[in-house]
């Protein structure tokens, strides 16, 4: 049995190894970093005037920023943002932060904008097939995305293995 494991776990860590395909170059740590941890700053209003300012804000005073974590989930064709201004923001991320990377919960698609570095699942939802650009998977380890201290209601040790081991496998974070 202990020898069954081990084979197992060296067949998953090798195929995790050459699955890896190229990704550009802004995006490489991010598909080498696994299991990161982020700061949640969604942008929950309209576009203009206030997130420019804060946008500015935030690119210049604390130095270099590796991820812009956006929240937005759904396709900016059915909210009040226009597409033109989610290009003008993502502008002002190239602009002033090069190597920042943007997810595509922007509201612009992977598929629509080649320059989103990654793509951001649907929450809860888990990658099942190997994608050509490096992918993300937000999911909770309760049935809740915020901190209850009498929650009592968590996933399986089981479910969450197979999640991470197949994010690993699909070549996700």
């Known amino acids: 049995m202990k020898k069954k494991s081990v084979l197992i776990l060296f067949s998953l860590i090798c195929i995790s190894t050459f699955s890896q395909t190229q990704t550009n170059e802004r995006a490489k740590w991010f598909t080498d970093s696994r299991f990161g941890m982020f700061v949640h700053l969604g942008i929950y209003s309209g576009a203009e005037g206030y997130w420019k300012g804060e946008k500015l804000r935030?690119?210049?005073?604390?130095?270099?920023?590796?991820?812009?974590?956006?929240?937005?989930?759904?396709?900016?064709?059915k909210t009040v943002v226009t597409k033109e201004q989610l290009?003008?923001?993502?502008?002002?991320?190239?602009?002033?932060?090069?190597?920042?990377?943007v997810n595509s919960r922007l509201g612009l698609s992977i598929e629509e904008d080649p320059d989103i570095d990654f793509k951001e699942l649907g929450d809860n939802s888990l990658g099942n097939r190997k994608e050509e650009f490096p992918w993300q998977s937000p999911a909770t380890v309760a049935h809740s995305w915020g901190y209850h201290a009498t929650d009592s209601e968590w996933k399986s040790t089981t479910s969450l293995l197979k999640?991470?081991?197949?994010?690993?496998?699909?070549?996700?974070c």
């Open 58 to 77: 935030n690119d210049n005073n604390y130095g270099e920023i590796s991820i812009f974590w956006f929240d937005m989930w759904i396709h900016h064709s």
């Open 87 to 101: 290009l003008q923001l993502k502008g002002l991320i190239r602009e002033l932060q090069p190597n920042c990377l």
């Open 163 to 172: 999640a991470l081991i197949n994010n690993d496998l699909f070549n996700n």
